[in-house]
C-alpha cells in the first residue's frame, strides 16, 4: 500500500472507499474515507482486511477524486439528536425499568427519534460485553441491524411514543 491507492476495509463497509494519505515506517497508513473520516490503519491487524480499489470502482463524483481530495471537511456535520429527548441518535438508550432499548442504528436510520425495542429480545446479551454498568451484556444494535449490511427500515416504537406511555 502506497500514498494515493485506493483501498476497502472489508471490516468496516459502512466507511466506504478510502485513499491512502501517507504511509509511514512503523507499518500504519492513514486514509481518508468516503464517509469523510480520516483514519489510522495498522497494517499488521488490518492488512489481511483491506484489499485494493481501482479508480474506475469510485464513482466520478465522489470526493476522493476531486483535486482538493487531501482537504478536511471543512466542518463535520453534527450528529443527530433525538427530536423528544435531545440525546444523540447513534446512542443507546434505555426506557424506565429497562425493557426497551434504542438501537443506535435504526435511530440514525429514521433520523429524528430514537427507535425503541423490546429489551433483551430484540438484542441479546453476551459475556463479552459484560461491565460494572452494565452486567448482562447487552449488545449495542438491535438483532436485524448486527446481522444485516443494509437492513431494512423498520417501524419500531419511538421515543416520544415511549413517553407518552409512561415506559
Not at 512503523?26 to 481518508?32: E, F, H, Q, V
Not at 480520516?38 to 463524483?61: C, F, H, M, Q
Amino acid at each position: 500500500m502506497q500514498e494515493e491507492d485506493f483501498v476497502q476495509h472489508l471490516g468496516q463497509l459502512t466507511w466506504g472507499f478510502g485513499r491512502v494519505l501517507v504511509c509511514v515506517g512503523d507499518g500504519k497508513c492513514r486514509a481518508i474515507f468516503t464517509d469523510g473520516e480520516t483514519r489510522t490503519l495498522d497494517l499488521k491487524t488490518a492488512g489481511a482486511r483491506l484489499v485494493p480499489v481501482a479508480r474506475s470502482e469510485i464513482v466520478a463524483d465522489s470526493p476522493l477524486l476531486r483535486a482538493d481530495w487531501r482537504s478536511p471537511r471543512k466542518t463535520a456535520a453534527p450528529k443527530g439528536l433525538c427530536a423528544h429527548c435531545q440525546k444523540p441518535l447513534n446512542r443507546a438508550r434505555y426506557a424506565a425499568g429497562r425493557d426497551w432499548k434504542s438501537c443506535p442504528r435504526c435511530s440514525t436510520t429514521h433520523g429524528s427519534e430514537h427507535v425503541f425495542w423490546p429489551y433483551p429480545v430484540e438484542f441479546g446479551e453476551i459475556d463479552a460485553r459484560v461491565t460494572g454498568k452494565s452486567p448482562s451484556g447487552p449488545q449495542s444494535h438491535c438483532n436485524v441491524c448486527r446481522r444485516e449490511l443494509n437492513p431494512p427500515s423498520r417501524a419500531g416504537t419511538l421515543c416520544s411514543e415511549l413517553a407518552s406511555k409512561g415506559s
